[in-house]
């Protein structure tokens, strides 16, 4: 390589790496009233860990919180004290008109359980028929719930049981609604596809003799899509009930068909316009959905309803959600991201001291492989890091690092043995050539099938580390050693500036 | 050659390493790992109100503080959340660490705070609960991980009997196995606490354990290549390309050690869990680093003895065949001339 072609090389390079450095770590800023910068890394999503998110506690009916008991008893006493005034201290429960929460309902750990569904026993705990169909109907809901959330495969979220009888989850920020999501999973009975006529509704049962399952697809457009496997006896009655719809659309002069709704009890977990007979095996339903998140909530609803297990007769109430600060601490992600950059520049002066140029085409390297590391985790979207992430992204930097020490010992080696400058490097990189693309291999192939299998933090997690093993790849074979011819037609003494030494002999 | 090649040493490292996991086994069977705040079960005092702490901080400061004095005189708090609700209302929540206070307590707190006087104590309409949150176990994410492990495990054996040797793909297994369950039964054995991020931790220790014991093959690799090295015996060759690859396999486990701690050191400052879960990503880190300069490279070279002393066999010139070519050499000759 010339010297005006590497100086111009050097000087292309290093423009693009501080404009990416720029757009990836500067904090976020104003540009103008309107419009905010923000740096590739404020765009990461976190887990609950490291970023925060939302919680609820799902209330079954029935059973009622403090605050709102509280706002019973306040009502009652107000009542109470109203019919005073009116009646007199011979008052009675009629004149009062609203129910005396002390005996209607029964103070349990942090909750209140209502007369309707259990009786008190003599030491005061809950009891009767009513309250053992409650318990297995709750113990049902508490199944699938978990199922719905674990299924959605979140990163860092909990389902946990307080009080026995409510439900707690906690869950990431994600781009989906959390009111909508915490409202759907909620859903209770069976899964109903239905054209909810009042007089004579077409309808086919959505059970596991209907559909085998559901899940989120990516349509042809760009948008999602919910996919509905049938089953043979499903693909028989989805026709049949697709035709009525559509007959039923065009008898009524509708030009853009009858609307299909698949409902899970009462609610409508989603709905879609049919405008001829569906003779298929899968059914898509599009339209409806930006985010594949989105369309996956609905496919984890309906997948959770197939098992009979599953299906509860109990309404549950998630009305207040809160946020929730990260677990971990209020600046774990921020600290983090400074202690990385602190062994960074450890790891720079380090391979500047034992290197000297190998060490500075070390630096771009690995600087290049930072930066596409970054656009990677903020850009793609199913993307998300917490702290496994985190280790993830430490072991597949020290695999990075490792790999181009190990090619530049091979060639202090090779160049010891009375070889060029040119040959040791050429030999050197072939000689760590197949051990470094093995165990990359290996290493991508393991992330790879633990990315397929698992799910929620280990999912990410094998993500992280397979995007960071495939660049560390790149970076290691390719990039560094690109940089390093690039470098090395500036110095005039290259064998210094690349801090190699021959081989002493004994002259005799 | 290296001390640790020695049979007496390969079994003593192999019982030493079956007897830890077994008693983690054993520890995690019966007791569970140690529940971080992530996963453990635990009392909560929830502070609440309609809505009047989150339009106004000061209030919120004062209402936290004065309820943590209150509660810190008879509980140890372990943690304090605040939380806004995305309607109305803010909770704040003490999670407690040990004892259940009574209604008696709670009902003192509430009067408490009524009596207080903070400004706008009125207005709030401050509640006061105690609840028992029980944790549930991710059952799905931990089958589904491990089925994800297994087939990982079963890639890299097929992968390097392969690229490398059976020898080195059946130690390389061994190792995996060993160093994924060796953490995990230091982990339980330790108590340190865990939460869900000791899954992490798990496919974290496996991912390790396939980059250091690479680290020792691909030397071994190159290195008996080499003539000079399949004239030595096995455990001096192999002990050989141990030393040649320390250095390799210190720089990746100081790096992650030195990442892994200054991480802990943060975690040791905002929060327990972060400090938790990365003792135990160092556990990994050790335990990797020891199996993979100690335990697989002993394991490797009594399969490449018995390798080589086959090959050696099969190499043998066979003497008896050429002596019972002789005779039959003889009485063939023998015949031929009798006829004649």
Redesign the interface.
């Known amino acids: 390589m010339g010297k005006k072609k590497s100086v111009a090389l050097i000087v292309i390079v290093t423009i693009v790496l501080v404009a990416l450095l720029f757009i990836s770590v500067t904090p976020s800023f104003y540009v103008s009233t309107a419009e905010k910068f923000n740096s590739l890394l404020s765009i990461v999503d976190l887990g609950s860990d490291l970023g925060g998110g939302y919680y609820t506690v799902y209330y079954p009916e029935g059973v009622i919180s403090q605050s709102e008991y509280e706002a019973l008893e306040a009502e009652y006493n107000e009542a109470v004290e109203q019919a005073k005034q009116e009646v007199g201290e011979g008052y009675t429960e009629e004149d009062v008109g609203v129910d005396n929460p002390a005996e209607t309902y029964l103070a349990y750990k942090g909750i209140y359980l209502s007369e309707d569904i259990c009786d008190k026993d003599e030491s005061g705990n809950p009891t009767g028929e009513d309250f053992a169909v409650f318990q297995s109907e709750f113990d049902k809901a508490f199944r699938a719930i978990s199922s719905r959330f674990e299924s959605k495969g979140f990163i860092g979220y909990s389902i946990k049981l307080q009080d026995d009888y409510t439900i707690r989850v906690e869950i990431p920020y994600s781009d989906e609604q959390a009111n909508e999501l915490f409202d759907r999973f909620a859903y209770s009975g069976t899964l109903l596809f239905t054209d909810d006529n009042a007089t004579s509704p077409n309808e086919m049962k959505g059970d596991s003799a209907h559909v085998k399952g559901a899940e989120a697809v990516e349509t042809n457009d760009g948008g999602y899509a919910v996919a509905i496997n049938l089953t043979k006896q499903g693909r028989k009655e989805f026709k049949a009930i697709t035709q009525a719809i559509s007959s039923a659309a065009s008898e009524s002069g509708s030009s853009s068909g009858g609307t299909l709704y698949i409902k899970v009890g009462d609610e409508v977990l989603t709905q879609a316009t049919v405008s001829s007979a569906l003779d298929q095996d899968v059914v898509y339903i599009s339209g409806a959905y930006s985010t594949r998140d989105a369309a996956q909530t609905i496919a984890c609803v309906i997948n959770s309803t197939l098992n009979e297990d599953m299906i509860f007769d109990l309404q549950l109430d998630a009305s207040q959600i809160f946020t929730l600060a990260p677990t971990m601490g209020e600046y774990a992600a921020l600290i983090i991201a400074i202690a990385f950059a602190v062994l960074i520049v450890a790891m720079f002066i380090y391979s500047i001291v034992r290197f000297k140029g190998m060490g500075l085409a070390h630096i771009y390297g690995f600087m290049t492989y930072a930066l596409i590391f970054v656009l990677c985790i903020s850009l793609i979207p199913m993307m998300c890091v917490d702290i496994s992430g985190v280790i993830a992204i430490a072991l597949s930097a020290a695999i990075m690092v490792f790999f181009n020490y190990y090619a530049f010992r091979n060639i202090r080696e090779e160049f010891a043995t009375g070889k060029t400058l040119t040959a040791s490097i050429k030999a050197g990189y072939k000689k760590s050539l197949a051990f470094t693309i093995d165990a990359h291999i290996i290493l991508v192939l393991a992330a790879l099938v633990m990315f397929l299998i698992s799910t929620a933090t280990v999912r990410y997690m094998a993500l992280i580390f397979l995007i960071g093993t495939v660049i560390s790849a790149a970076c290691t074979l390719a990039i560094t050693r690109f940089y390093l011819y690039m470098f090395l037609a500036q110095p005039k003494n290259k064998i210094a500036f690349c801090n190699l030494r021959r081989e002493e002999t004994e002259d005799e | 050659m290296n001390k640790f090649m020695t049979k007496k040493s390969l079994l003593i490292s192999l019982i030493v390493s079956l007897a830890l996991i077994i008693a983690g086994a054993f520890i995690a069977g019966f007791l569970g790992f140690n529940p971080d705040?992530?996963?453990k079960d635990y009392a909560v005092i929830?502070v609440?109100d309609?809505g009047y702490m989150s339009l106004e901080e000061d209030f919120r400061n004062q209402l936290q503080d004065f309820c943590q004095k209150k509660i810190e005189a008879k509980y140890a708090v372990a943690d304090t959340?605040?939380?806004?609700?995305?309607?109305a209302?803010g909770?704040i929540e003490y999670v407690l660490t040990s004892g259940t206070p009574n209604n008696e307590f709670l009902l003192s707190l509430r009067t408490s705070i009524d009596e207080s006087g903070i400004e706008g104590i009125e207005t709030a309409?401050v509640?006061?609960?105690?609840?028992?949150?029980?944790?549930?176990a991710?059952?799905?994410?931990i089958w589904?991980?491990a089925?994800?492990?297994g087939?990982?495990l079963v890639?890299?054996f097929v992968?390097?009997a392969i690229?490398?040797k059976v020898g080195m793909g059946v130690s390389a297994l061994i190792a995996a196995i060993h160093d994924v369950l060796l953490t995990l039964a230091v982990i339980a054995l330790l108590r340190i606490p865990a939460g869900?991020?000791l899954?992490?931790?798990a496919?974290?220790s496996?991912?390790?354990s396939?980059?250091l014991n690479?680290?020792v093959f691909?030397r071994m690799?190159?290195d008996f290549r080499a003539d000079e090295k399949n004239a030595i015996p096995a455990k001096e060759a192999v002990s050989g390309s141990v030393s040649a690859s320390l250095k390799?396999v210190l720089?990746?486990s100081i790096?992650?050690a030195?990442?892994?701690v200054?991480?802990g050191v943060?975690?040791a400052i905002?929060?327990m869990?972060?400090l938790t879960?990365m003792l135990c990503?160092l556990m990994s880190v050790v335990v990797s680093t020891y199996s993979s300069l100690i335990l697989t490279p002993a394991i490797y070279a009594r399969m490449k003895e018995k390798s080589d002393a086959n090959k050696a066999e099969k190499a043998k010139y066979n003497y008896s065949s050429d002596k019972k070519l002789e005779k039959e050499e003889k009485s063939s000759a023998k015949k031929v001339a009798e006829e004649v």
């Open positions: 705040s992530t996963t929830e609440s309609s959340k605040y939380s806004e609700s995305t309607s209302g909770s309409g509640s006061v609960s105690l609840h028992f949150v029980e944790n549930h991710f059952t799905e994410y589904r991980t089925i994800g492990m087939v990982a890639l890299l992968y390097v690229r490398f869900i991020a899954i992490g931790v496919a974290f496996l991912l390790l396939i980059v690479l680290i691909g690799r190159a390799n720089t990746v790096a992650l030195a990442a892994i200054l991480f943060i975690g905002i929060g869990d972060l879960i990503a």
